[in-house]
Structures are given as C-alpha cells and as structure tokens.
C-alpha cells in the first residue's frame, strides 16, 4: 500500500514542473499586459493639439520675422538721420510699410469698430 502512495506522488510530482512553467509564463504574460496598460493610461497627444501648436510656433515666428523687419527699418532711418541730418522719405515709407504688415498680421493690433 505504501508503494502505491509513493509511486503515485512519483507521477504526480512529474507533472508539477509544466504546471510551474505555466505559472510563470502566466505570470509574465500578467506583468507585460499591467505594463501595456500603464503605457495606455498615459495621455498622449492629440492631431489637433499638435497642428495648434504647430500653428502657435508659426505665427510666434511669423510675428518675430515682421517685427525684426520692423526694428531693422528703424535702425537703417536713424543711421541715415544720424549721418546726414535729412530725412529719407523711402526709409520713411519703408517703415510705415513695416508697421502695416505687423498690424494686419495681429489681433492685438486691430480695433474692433464700433457701431
């Protein structure tokens, strides 16, 4: 009877080393999905946040460029005023031009007309 029993722990225990190799892979398999959710719960970036952002850096470098353009006007009428104490009517003209350009390029520029 004692042979029995010990024969059957015997087979019993053969089979206990796939079971273990179940767990584990089972176990991994639970870690990869726990960290494949992690990763979803992340918030990422939506198309539209990116094109306004996009479209944000665009104007902010388009307003730098205008208003760079402008300060350079002004620079190269007070250099010519500087040096022959005349005013240069196309200089002139010129930063006029400038200061046009930046104030149709911004809302902050423009006036909201009242009735």
């Keep these: 009877m004692n042979l029995l029993i010990l024969v059957a722990l015997v087979v019993q225990s053969g089979d206990y080393a796939p079971a273990l190799k179940a767990t584990t892979e089972a176990r991994t398999q639970e870690a990869q999905l726990r ?3 992690s990763l979803a719960k992340t918030p990422t970036r939506s198309i539209a946040e990116e094109n306004s952002k996009a479209y944000t850096a665009a104007r902010d470098q388009e307003f730098v460029g205008k208003f760079n353009k402008l300060i350079n006007r002004l620079m190269e009428f007070a250099d010519t005023y500087k040096d ?31 009735k």
């Design 35 to 37: 960290e494949v959710a």
């Design 84 to 114: 022959g104490k005349t005013l240069d009517i196309k200089k002139a003209q010129a930063i006029r031009q400038a200061w046009l350009d930046l104030e149709k390029s911004e809302a902050i520029f423009r006036e909201e007309r009242k």
